[in-house]
């Protein structure tokens, strides 16, 4: 199993990335994805996710900012992210947990893959 994020970049404050989560040897549709992030001397925290049946889940600080969409014809989990802050600045990751067990979506722990992380910089 394979994920690959894509996506990040350097964008100025008030601009608007989307990031793509892809997958090969899983379907992202059977399980759960999550978009999580890393900033520089933080932890990784969980920003949003996405589950098998559509459920969206998003953290207080990116809501109503950001918005996470599956393709299943692509198998991609994209994060369209709107009106960035220099404090969006962070590595993203995208996660997808196995299966249709239940979950507590903003915890790494709970997820079984993982992507290689793409670089978002915001500028001020």
């Not at 239940?102 to 978002?120: F, H, I, K, N, R």
Request: with cysteine; aromatic share 10%; charged share 15%.
């Amino acid at each position: 199993v394979q994920l690959q994020a894509s996506g990040g970049g350097l964008v100025q404050t008030g601009g608007s990335l989307t990031l793509s989560c892809a997958a090969s040897g899983f379907t992202l549709g059977s399980g759960a994805v999550a978009w999580f992030r890393q900033a520089p001397g933080k932890e990784r925290e969980g920003i949003s996710s996405i589950s098998s049946p559509g459920r969206t889940y998003y953290a207080e600080s990116v809501k109503g900012r950001f918005t996470i969409s599956r393709d299943n014809t692509k198998n991609t989990v994209n994060l369209q992210m709107n009106s960035l802050k220099p404090e969006d600045t962070a590595i993203y990751y995208c996660a997808a947990h196995e299966g249709s067990r239940p979950y507590l979506w903003g915890m790494a722990a709970e997820y079984d893959y993982w992507g290689q992380g793409t670089q978002v910089t915001v500028s001020s």
